[in-house]
């Protein structure tokens, strides 16, 4: 694994996993990094050139007079991949607001996407079906000028950065020991650096969590996204999922039938932490099957 940088209307920091063959771009969440890949970044890269960006305002990559909302950080997704891979389209992997980012990448650029992968991915929100009280409540908070930067910039000035990252992580699944001990570790230790060097975070999480619940409030407008993609897709998705509802894929796969989709019984919003060796050989099940046109030649980028 190795760090890098690169110049795209700022610097963007990612992680080379390394690996060879087709190249495959992993996407984080609302609050994520780079780091959320680590159990499954090395292991992915025995089927392709495996590489993990930070979006603007998150990980280590800074907002240097950026926005980080959801529509400038696909179009900075973009502009990665035609930087990492100028002539050949890549298979983008996507958790939560980074599957979101993937869909509008796949329905926008649809010539730099060969596949995807969209692991519990934010989406609008199913029939009849609600989000825990306490959750909605977070994000309705969020979407509010003012308050939402109020009420982050107060969290964070309440808390250690360790409570902080630890709260996010149980968020992500009810029981934090199902995280393998260096994964919470790596976050904590990310936190800590956050909050001493990245001033920026807090006003980028609220920026980016704001345009993520407005988009996903126009339901016909990001279905039109998601039928109009044409390359193999795998879902994923926990059935104890806190943040996106299981309920939102299980309406998702019925809307794109010719989509793998794939349930994982008591695990929650990040499974390529939670469950990473089951996760891996999900992925490589659906790249020997369905999605092996996702990793083949592929078409040359226009």
Not at 106 to 128: D, F, K, T
Request: charged fraction near 20%; proline fraction near 6%; charge should be positive.
């Amino acid at each position: 694994m190795i760090t890098r940088t690169l110049d795209l209307g700022g610097p963007v920091h990612y992680v080379d996993f390394g690996g060879s063959g087709p190249t495959m771009v992993l996407v984080h969440g609302l609050g994520g990094s780079h780091h959320n890949w680590m159990m499954v970044g090395e292991k992915l890269a025995r089927r392709a050139r495996v590489f993990a960006l930070d979006l603007a305002g998150f990980g280590r990559t800074p907002l240097a007079g950026r926005s980080a909302s959801v529509h400038a950080n696909q179009a900075l997704l973009d502009s990665f991949i035609q930087a990492v891979s100028p002539s050949e389209p890549v298979l983008l992997m996507g958790n939560s607001m980074g599957g979101a980012i993937s869909v509008m990448q796949a329905a926008r650029q649809p010539q730099r996407v060969s596949g995807l992968v969209l692991v519990n991915p934010a989406q609008p929100s199913a029939e009849n079906t609600r989000m825990e009280r306490a959750v909605f409540m977070m994000f309705a908070l969020y979407a509010i000028p003012g308050v939402g930067e109020f009420f982050v910039k107060r969290r964070s000035a309440r808390y250690e950065p360790e409570k902080l990252a630890r709260g996010m992580l149980q968020l992500c699944c009810r029981d934090l020991s199902r995280f393998p001990e260096e994964v919470v570790r790596a976050h904590v230790e990310f936190a800590c650096e956050r909050h001493k060097q990245m001033p920026w975070s807090d006003d980028a999480f609220v920026e980016a969590a704001r345009s993520l619940v407005m988009m996903l409030l126009r339901k016909k407008k990001f279905r039109a996204m998601e039928k109009a993609i044409r390359v193999p897709t795998l879902l994923i998705h926990g059935t104890e999922d806190r943040l996106v509802p299981v309920a939102n894929s299980r309406e998702l796969a019925r809307v794109r039938p010719d989509w793998t989709y794939v349930e994982y019984q008591g695990i929650g919003h990040t499974p390529m932490m939670e469950i990473p060796e089951e996760f891996l050989a999900t992925v490589e099940r659906w790249l020997d099957s369905q999605g092996q046109a996702a990793v083949g030649p592929g078409v040359k980028v226009a």
